[in-house]
């Protein structure tokens, strides 16, 4: 077994974003969509996107290695 299964808190955290985020990361990490492309569809500024996908980010990081860490001391 390789890697760490974040499939199940992964999607815990993105499920407890706010729709936008969440919108921007499925859009541009999940269908691998442009910010540009990602912004036409929402209906709104690559800026915007690419706002969205930073606060994102800040929000999942934290919350994700705490759940990798608390992975890694159940072993």
Known sequence: ??????????DEALDQ???????AVD???????STEEAAHR???SPGA?????SRARQTLKPR???R????EMAR
């Open 17 to 23: 974003l706010p729709p936008q985020q969440r919108q």
């Open 42 to 44: 929402m209906g709104i």
């Open 27 to 33: 859009l541009y990490y999940g269908a691998g969509f």
């Open 1 to 10: 077994e390789s890697g760490t299964d974040l499939g199940g808190p992964l």
């Open 68 to 71: 990798i860490g608390n992975q």
């Open 64 to 66: 994700m290695a705490e």
């Open 49 to 53: 996107v690419r706002f969205h996908l």
